[in-house]
C-alpha cells in the first residue's frame, strides 16, 4: 500500500491504473477506523482490482468547532489496520484539499433538509463539497458508504446525479459492536459506562419494530429513550426510505426507515433501522 499526500500524485496514479483496464473501487474515510470501514475496505478489494481510501478529517462538514477539534486523528494505527486491503490511502492535509476556502453551493432537495441537514446546517453541502473533489479526483468505479449515515448516502446519489459522476454508489450494512451499538469513530469518546448504555439505542428500535403503527413507534421509542438519564433525544423519525419525508403509514410502497439521533452525554450518535 503506498500513502499519497498530493492530488496530483492521487489522479496521476488513479488515471495509471484506469489506463491498464483495472477497475476502481474507492472508501472515502474521516479515518479514526474500526471494523465497519473496514467491511467497506474489504468489499472494495472483493470487488475490484484496484482500491483508494482516503482519510480526510473534512472541516467544511462540521458545523461545530467543537465536534471537528474533538475528531480522533489517528493515521498511523489506521494505515495499520488498512494493511493490504487497500492499493493507496490517500491523506492530504487541509491546504492540499483546499487550497482556498469552497464556495460551492448545493441543492440537494428537501431531502437534505430534514433530519441531520435540518440539525447540522451547512453539513450535507459540505459532505457533497469533498465527496464531489474525491470522485473527480479518482473517478473510481464503485464508491463504498456505510448505512449508519443512510441520509448521507441519499444526499451522495444526489450529488453523482446532478453532477454527472458516474461511479456506482455502493451501500453497506452497518456493522455492529458485540452489545449492538453501531460502530462509529465517536463511540471511542465514550466512557465504559457510556459504551454499554448507549447499548439501549439499538435495543429500543429493535424492540420498536413490534409496535403496529407509525404513532405507536413513535411514542414507545421517544418514552423508552426518556427513560434512560445519560440519554437526550435530538430526533426520532419514521421516514420514507426513498425520500426521506416522515411518513404516517408502515403501508408506504418506498419503505420505512427509523432514524435517530441521540446525546449519550456529550458524545452525538445515530441509528436506524428498517421497518418495511
Ligand atoms: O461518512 C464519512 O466519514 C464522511 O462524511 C465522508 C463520506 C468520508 C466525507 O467526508
Not at 494505527?77 to 486491503?85: E, M, N, P, Q, S
Request: with cysteine; glycine share 6%.
Amino acid at each position: 500500500m503506498e500513502i499519497i499526500k498530493t492530488v496530483e500524485k492521487l489522479m496521476e496514479v488513479a488515471v495509471r491504473e484506469r489506463a491498464a483496464g483495472k477497475t476502481i473501487g474507492m472508501v472515502p474515510t474521516m479515518g479514526a477506523l474500526h471494523e465497519g470501514h473496514l467491511s467497506l475496505i474489504r468489499r472494495a478489494h472483493k470487488e475490484n482490482d484496484v482500491v483508494f481510501c482516503s482519510i480526510f478529517v473534512n472541516p467544511v462538514q462540521f458545523n461545530n468547532a467543537e465536534d471537528l477539534e474533538k475528531y480522533p486523528r489517528t493515521l498511523e494505527a489506521d494505515v495499520k489496520l488498512i494493511g493490504d486491503l487497500a492499493d493507496y490511502v490517500f491523506a492530504p492535509s487541509v491546504e492540499e484539499v483546499f487550497p482556498v476556502a469552497p464556495t460551492e453551493v448545493y441543492d440537494f432537495g428537501t431531502m437534505a433538509n430534514v433530519m441531520e441537514g435540518a440539525a447540522r446546517p451547512g453539513h450535507f453541502n459540505g459532505v457533497g463539497v469533498i465527496v464531489r473533489r474525491l470522485l473527480e479526483w479518482v473517478r473510481p468505479h464503485k464508491a463504498y458508504f456505510g448505512e449508519k449515515d443512510y441520509q448521507q448516502i441519499a444526499v451522495i446519489r444526489e450529488m453523482c446525479a446532478q453532477c454527472r459522476i458516474l461511479a456506482e454508489i455502493v451501500p453497506c450494512p452497518i456493522v455492529r459492536e458485540p452489545n449492538g451499538l453501531a460502530m462509529s469513530s465517536r463511540n471511542r469518546r465514550l466512557s465504559a459506562h457510556e459504551f454499554e448504555t448507549a447499548a439501549n439505542i439499538h435495543r429500543i428500535l429493535e424492540a420498536s419494530k413490534q409496535c403496529k403503527s407509525v404513532p405507536e413507534i413513535q411514542q414507545f421509542v421517544e418514552s423508552e429513550i426518556a427513560k434512560i438519564p445519560e440519554f437526550q433525544l435530538d430526533y426520532f423519525e419514521i421516514a420514507d426510505a426513498k425520500t426521506l419525508l416522515t411518513t404516517d403509514t408502515l403501508n408506504n410502497p418506498n419503505g420505512v426507515m427509523g432514524f435517530i439521533t441521540v446525546y449519550v452525554g456529550p458524545v452525538r450518535l445515530i441509528d436506524n433501522i428498517k421497518y418495511r
